[in-house]
């Protein structure tokens, strides 16, 4: 996959040839991260590994970031026994950016365990990447032992409840969700009642022309909830969000690249930095993805996201760490 | 004083040629007719196994997890009767069940798992 020169993969919502409600995906085993830029309130995504052989006009918005999910540092499982290799291959790519994005989006489990040497760890990568500023979400394995409270300390200030969120930046309201605390049993993953409103609170002042970013560690849509991946009360949030042109929900959890569009919104979900998982379904559990040494780091890796202003199409791009 | 007082009784015991329940060292006293009994439930692959387990009223179940990824056993209940911390692979956790009863419990970081064990 990585020798193909053009993986990119264009989903144009004015085509009426394509089915909306259709589970759109790219199973582009690629993309430790996501470069993703803001053009015209339309946010692009590429894969990092991919962008050496995009044209760099065509990745040139109003803004763009990167998107980093699911580093587990700790995981030294025979899936992948250096998850701080695999990170840093993700930095370096993101340094060699023709345009250095203005900030790093982390979508969750930052660490494997929560151990404070594995939050550390990362923080120390990440220090080596050319953007400074670093928004993060917990996943559950953030969160392990002591209900967040260690990972609020860290990544939380400001934030609210169980550490979300919202900020501005050039136009664009970026919204920070929690969906990895008290989860029940048999259930998925959850917002609860307290963030919903303060969702509602938050969005309910902006103009219906404000792109909207919407950053969670576990999918805010069905991908499988056979496995887990999904939010029970995502609708909810979703509904507070129909008034806006232009959504975007950027999601980690599921180790793999998929989208979908519906309506208004774009989800996109972004590969791991540490191991691969199964695509959904595709095996007994949604345990580690064991593939050969060489192959590794060309399933890993990285997405840009781009914002893209008057064009309704959004384009995905994954790139492998290869 | 206590040593003392037991050889008398372990002496006393043997002459009569009974194992009762004399003197106050219960653990050695009750150790023969004691139900106490081990109990193993495996996670792997993203289960338990097996999920329901039925055992009797006061035996240690423990929990290991032969999987490649971390998970919990936390009992579904709002006491939350038992509560693993994090197991790593191979990491283990035990409990020991006192009253009859239903405990169903799942793994808190990937609440899809879930498991039950009934006390009689």
């Known amino acids: 996959m990585s020798g193909k020169k053009k993986d990119e993969i264009i989903y144009d919502h004015n085509n009426d040839g394509i089915d909306r409600r259709g589970f759109l995906k790219c199973m582009a085993w690629a993309g430790t991260g996501a470069f993703c830029v803001m053009q015209g309130g339309v946010l692009k995504s590429y894969a990092l590994s991919r962008m050496p052989e995009t044209n760099p006009r065509d990745t040139m918005g109003e803004l763009s970031f990167v998107q980093i999910s699911d580093s587990h540092m700790g995981f030294n499982k025979a899936a992948n026994p250096d998850v701080a290799a695999t990170l840093k291959v993700a930095v370096d790519k993101i340094n060699a950016l023709p345009t250095a994005p203005e900030f790093m989006l982390h979508t969750g489990d930052i660490s494997h365990l929560s151990k404070p040497e594995e939050f550390d760890t990362v923080d120390q990568i990440l220090k080596g990447a050319k953007p400074k500023d670093v928004f993060y979400v917990p996943g559950e394995h953030d969160v392990l032992n002591d ?61 219906s022309s404000t792109p909207i970013v919407v950053f969670a560690h576990i999918p805010l849509w069905s991908v499988y909830p056979e496995w887990g991946w999904g939010t029970e009360d995502s609708a909810q949030a979703l509904a507070y969000l129909k008034k806006f042109g232009s959504v975007t929900v950027l999601n980690g959890h599921i180790h793999q ?16 930095t ?49 | ?11 006393a015991l043997l002459a009569i040629g009974l194992v009762a329940s004399v003197e106050g060292r219960r653990g050695f006293a009750f150790s023969a007719q004691d139900k106490t009994s081990m109990t193993e439930v495996k996670i792997d692959n993203f289960s338990f196994g097996p999920s329901a387990l039925t055992v009797s009223v006061g035996t240690t179940v423990t929990w290991v997890n032969r999987d490649d990824i971390p998970h919990t056993v936390v009992s579904t209940d709002d006491a939350k009767t038992f509560k693993s911390k994090v197991l790593d692979t191979d990491e283990k956790f035990s409990y020991t069940f006192g009253k009859a009863g239903a405990y169903p419990y799942f793994c808190s970081i990937h609440p899809k798992m879930t498991g039950k064990v009934i006390v009689q």
Not at chain 1, 161 to 173: A, L, P, Q, R, T
Not at chain 2, 1 to 11: C, D, L, N, P
């Open chain 1, 147 to 207: 209900d967040g409270k260690q990972f609020l300390e860290r990544y939380g200030k400001g934030s609210k409840g169980d550490g979300w969120y919202s900020f501005d930046k050039k136009g664009v309201h970026f919204i920070g969700l929690v969906n990895v605390m008290n989860l029940k049993a048999g259930g998925l993953g959850a917002l609860g009642h307290d963030q919903l409103e303060w969702l509602e609170d938050d969005v309910k002042h902006l103009k």
């Open chain 1, 274 to 322: 540490a191991f691969p998982q199964p695509q959904p379904g595709k095996a007994d559990s949604p345990g580690p993805m064991k593939v050969p040494a060489e192959q590794l780091r060309s399933i890993l890796g990285i997405t840009d996201v781009n914002y893209v202003q008057g064009q309704h199409a959004l384009a995905v791009v994954d790139s492998t760490l290869a």
């Open chain 2, 1 to 11: 004083m206590r040593r003392s007082v037991f050889v008398v009784v372990a002496g």
């Open chain 1, 257 to 272: 690249t998929l989208q979908k569009v519906e309506g208004n919104v774009t989800f996109h979900t972004a590969a791991s």
